[in-house]
């Protein structure tokens, strides 16, 4: 886990000094960070009944085709590779943040995954952990009780895998555009 860690780290900085480079100019048109997209937010009307379904149609291909990548001969290095995605889009976007609002993009990031990512970073945590205990369940040779004793501990995993998910989903929906609609009148 340390090496992930630090891994993580490695990129998350190399997605800092990408940002740094392109410049504050390719930072001013990006997406949700821009100014005009900003100011909209903090008036806009969001609906966690309309943006549950969006998500729901954006997070689950993406899940479950990380999930059958995983399930071959790269399962970890499947995890770890999404892992840097997300630690470099992380870097990048906290200096675009900042670029954008000064230090208050440091609280606009907070906003962006509070509190989805209380649920989706465990996900993240226990699907490499379980990638590399599970890997050859059903495998090797032993008895019948120890084969279903493993065959349920995979099925709880997997399950506490897929409560977290929707528990990141639902917050994700419900619960973010509160926070982040706050924010945005904060720092506005």
Same mark, same amino acid.
């Not at 970890?76 to 992380?90: E, N, R």
């Not at 099925?155 to 982040?180: H, R």
């Given at each position: 886990?340390?090496?992930?860690?630090?891994? #993580?780290? !490695?990129?998350?900085?190399?997605?800092?000094?990408? %940002?740094?480079?392109?410049?504050?100019?390719?930072?001013?048109?990006?997406?949700?960070?821009?100014?005009?997209?900003?100011?909209?937010?903090?008036y806009a009307d969001i609906q966690?009944?309309?943006?549950? +379904?969006? !998500? #729901?149609?954006?997070?689950? +291909?993406?899940?479950?085709?990380?999930? @059958?990548?995983?399930? =071959?001969?790269?399962?970890?290095? @499947? %995890?770890?590779?999404?892992?840097? *995605?997300?630690?470099?889009?992380?870097?990048?976007?906290?200096?675009?943040?900042?670029?954008?609002?000064?230090?208050?993009?440091?609280?606009?990031?907070?906003?962006? #995954?509070? +509190?989805?990512? !209380?649920? *989706?970073?465990?996900?993240?945590?226990?699907?490499? *952990?379980?990638?590399?205990?599970?890997?050859?369940? =059903?495998?090797?040779?032993?008895?019948?009780?120890?084969?279903k004793a493993q065959h349920m501990k995979?099925?709880?995993?997997?399950?506490? @895998?897929?409560?977290?998910?929707?528990? =990141?989903?639902?917050?994700?929906?419900?619960?973010? +555009?509160?926070?982040?609609?706050?924010? @945005?009148?904060?720092?506005?």
């Amino acid at each position: 886990m340390k090496k992930n860690t630090t891994l #993580f780290f !490695l990129i998350f900085l190399s997605g800092v000094i990408c %940002a740094n480079v392109l410049g504050i100019a390719a930072g001013r048109e990006l997406g949700a960070m821009n100014e005009y997209f900003i100011n909209r937010y903090m008036y806009a009307d969001i609906q966690g009944r309309e943006l549950f +379904p969006f !998500l #729901f149609y954006k997070r689950i +291909p993406e899940f479950f085709l990380m999930l @059958v990548l995983s399930a =071959g001969i790269y399962r970890t290095l @499947v %995890a770890d590779v999404y892992i840097c *995605y997300i630690g470099f889009s992380v870097g990048f976007l906290s200096v675009i943040a900042i670029m954008n609002c000064g230090m208050k993009g440091i609280l606009l990031m907070f906003g962006f #995954f509070f +509190p989805q990512w !209380l649920f *989706y970073a465990p996900v993240l945590v226990l699907w490499r *952990y379980g990638l590399m205990r599970y890997k050859g369940i =059903g495998k090797e040779h032993i008895s019948m009780e120890r084969k279903k004793a493993q065959h349920m501990k995979a099925s709880a995993w997997i399950f506490l @895998v897929l409560a977290l998910f929707f528990m =990141g989903l639902f917050t994700e929906s419900y619960v973010n +555009p509160f926070f982040l609609q706050k924010i @945005v009148r904060i720092i506005g």
